[in-house]
């Protein structure tokens, strides 16, 4: 009871992980990630390079739209900055953080992420235009609570950037599944070069996007041999990559619970058959003074589901310890010693996954009972009070 209620928990936290709303529609996503900068790729030389990478994705066949991040998204990265509201200084200003994003003009459409108000990063948006920058919603209601976003001016504390905001899109997701929606800034990437030495492609395919692996990998060798092609994967392999956690352990847990589910129903069979071996001439008796086929199954299976109603609720009373555990983040076996991932959007002591194991258990409990019942039931009585 106790492993298999661990085990249900765990699956209802992967399977709620898996159908979380990420914010942008991670099908048909090819993912790649390019470093210039180590191959001396710098200044215009950097966006000169980015420009003709550009040039030969959007015509690549197959491919409906290429974009590029400075951070790929649910893949347990990211990167944020400190921010100074209008009228603040440094030594007068609380610590406001903020994710952000460099991110190219058609970054919201290709990633298909919807423009709110406001409007959306050009070509034009270079080193010698006035910077500007998309936030998401969760940064103007955090911010900006009482105020309208839109025009107003933040200033970015690493390089000291004054920049307008422009537009406002819906949030997203940003380094795991898990995590809770956090204020986000995005950059036009002409203009955040410091950011863009490493970038995370991310092309818009029209079939199954790993199929492109190896035509990405040559057009980037041909542009540059020396510039490796790595990481490369589609966005639901990536986002499934971090939940390897959860699903190790609902794994192990389903395996053992199965394992421990199997002894427990042999060990109840088994003991059962004995029994009724030890009372056939009981049985015999019973039966030739009038019992039928079907009290003495019931009698027999009552028997073996007293031991069956115990061991529920004692494993009942465990696995709502257990799972006490859980939620506060930490649980120990003898397998691993360490924090481990919280449920998500199951909560402690739930009702449905205890029902499920409950009646799962009582099921598999029956049948293990059922069969020395049957066999009890098929007593010849002139056989059993010959027996010894």
Not at 85 to 110: D, I, M, S
Not at 116 to 130: I, S, V, Y
Not at 178 to 191: G, S
Not at 324 to 349: D, H, N
Request: proline content about 4%; overall charge negative.
């Amino acid at each position: 009871m106790l492993l298999l209620v661990g085990a249900g928990l765990f699956i209802r936290t992967l399977y709620n992980l898996q159908h979380v709303d990420l914010g942008f529609n991670q099908e048909n996503l090819l993912l790649f990630r390019l470093q210039p900068q180590q191959a001396g790729y710098k200044d215009e030389r950097l966006i000169n390079f980015y420009q003709q990478v550009f040039a030969r994705l959007d015509n690549l066949p197959g491919v409906r739209a290429a974009t590029f991040g400075s951070v790929s998204l649910i893949a347990d990265d990211n990167w944020m900055n400190d921010i100074l509201l209008p009228g603040e200084t440094e030594k007068t200003a609380g610590q406001h953080v903020t994710n952000e994003q460099a991110a190219r003009e058609n970054y919201f459409a290709a990633m298909e992420i919807p423009l709110l108000r406001g409007r959306g990063f050009t070509a034009q948006d270079d080193m010698h235009a006035p910077r500007v920058g998309i936030v998401s919603q969760a940064f103007a209601r955090q911010f900006f609570p009482h105020e309208d976003v839109l025009g107003k001016h933040v200033t970015i504390i690493d390089g000291n950037h004054d920049v307008e905001i422009v537009g406002i899109v819906a949030d997203t997701k940003y380094m795991s599944q898990r995590e809770e929606i956090k204020p986000l800034l995005y950059l036009p990437w002409q203009q955040a070069r410091e950011e863009i030495g490493t970038t995370h492609f991310a092309l818009r395919t029209n079939g199954e996007p790993t199929a492109l692996a190896a035509t990405v990998r040559q057009l980037i060798r041909d542009l540059d041999s020396n510039l490796p092609v790595t990481e490369v994967s589609s966005q639901t392999a990536r986002a499934q990559e971090t939940l390897g956690q959860e699903r190790l352990a609902a794994r192990l847990l389903t395996f053992f619970g199965g394992l421990a589910l199997l002894l427990a129903a042999v060990g109840l069979s088994g003991v059962l058959a004995y029994s009724v071996a030890q009372r056939t001439n009981e049985i015999g008796i019973r039966m030739a003074l009038g019992a039928q086929s079907g009290n003495v199954l019931r009698l027999v299976i009552w028997q073996g589901m007293k031991l069956v109603l115990l061991g529920l609720a004692l494993g009942a009373l465990g696995g709502y310890v257990m799972i006490r555990l859980l939620a506060s983040q930490y649980f120990a076996s003898g397998i691993w010693q360490q924090t481990v991932a919280e449920l998500y959007g199951v909560k402690p002591g739930d009702p449905a996954t205890f029902a499920i194991i409950t009646l799962f258990l009582l099921l598999i409990a029956l049948i293990a009972c059922w069969l020395p019942a049957r066999k009890a039931a098929q007593v010849d009585p002139l056989v059993a009070l010959r027996y010894e």
